[in-house]
């Protein structure tokens, strides 16, 4: 049984800055990638960023250059530092997670976005 628990969303202005954490618990190796994802009201869950195992990042176009995301192995902990918020990012964002083959997510963290 492997789980996902999200923490760090909430309320912040445009410009602020808000950390997520997704930290796997169970049975839980090999860990393969890990990510954030996130839902807006009335869109489809779209890709906010990736890393993989040997640390390999990739970003959505629209975050690049204000999010970062880091994982920390020993810790079977994936982050997900966004700065300079704008509203257009308020969304429901979950973490993501590849154990050896099989997906798994998290139940996701609301972040707020006011202008």
């Known amino acids: 049984q492997v789980q996902l628990v999200e923490s760090g969303g909430g309320l912040v202005q445009a410009g602020g800055s808000l950390r997520l954490s997704c930290v796997l618990s169970g049975t839980i190796w090999p860990i393969n990638d890990m990510g954030w994802y996130r839902q807006a009201p009335g869109k489809q869950r779209e890709l906010v960023a990736t890393v993989t195992r040997s640390g390999s990042i990739n970003y959505a176009d629209s975050v690049k250059g204000r999010f970062t995301i880091s994982r920390e192995n020993t810790k079977n902990t994936v982050y997900l530092q966004m700065n300079s918020l704008k509203p257009e990012d308020t969304a429901v964002y979950y973490c993501?997670?590849?154990?050896?083959?099989?997906?798994?997510w998290g139940q996701g963290t609301q972040v707020t976005v006011s202008s």
């Open positions: 993501n997670a590849f154990v050896f083959t099989s997906e798994y």
